[in-house]
């Protein structure tokens, strides 16, 4: 199993910036896509950045483009989310997911989350 582990989570004011890591054991060659979620009280969860383990490519979400960074090191099996210019809504607690096999697009796994998922880390912007 990949159980991937969440960290540099915490607060921050708006404006600043924070950068998120997601360590994970384990072989990643089965594992193409690996996301980063968040669920905000009384929402949804939503896919924020996921990014292929292979060829690189990513998918965000519209309201994070621009403020927004995912990239990995296949060689620590680590993925960051690199967050500018955080905002008052990026509010949440932020989930790390390594997808499941069958997911072949980072814009899939953006959508479905299926995998294996970490613990999450709250990221609080606020003044």
């Known amino acids: 199993q990949l159980q991937p582990v969440e960290s540099g989570g915490g607060l921050v004011q708006p404006g600043g910036s924070l950068r998120l890591s997601c360590a994970f054991s384990?072989?990643?060659?089965?594992?193409?896509?690996i996301g980063w979620f968040r669920r905000a009280p009384g929402k949804e969860r939503e896919g924020v950045a996921c990014i292929s383990s292979s060829d690189g490519s990513t998918y965000y979400k519209d309201s994070v483009k621009g403020r927004f960074t995912i990239s990995r090191d296949n060689l620590k099996n680590t993925v960051y989310l690199q967050m500018n210019s955080l905002k008052p809504e990026d509010t949440a607690v932020y989930y790390c997911?390594?997808?499941?096999?069958?997911?072949?697009?980072?814009?899939?796994?953006?959508?479905?989350?299926?995998?294996?998922w970490g613990q999450g880390t709250q990221v609080t912007v606020s003044s």
């Open positions: 384990g072989f990643t060659s089965d594992y193409y896509a």
């Open positions: 997911a390594v997808g499941a096999p069958y997911i072949t697009t980072v814009r899939h796994m953006c959508i479905r989350g299926d995998g294996e």
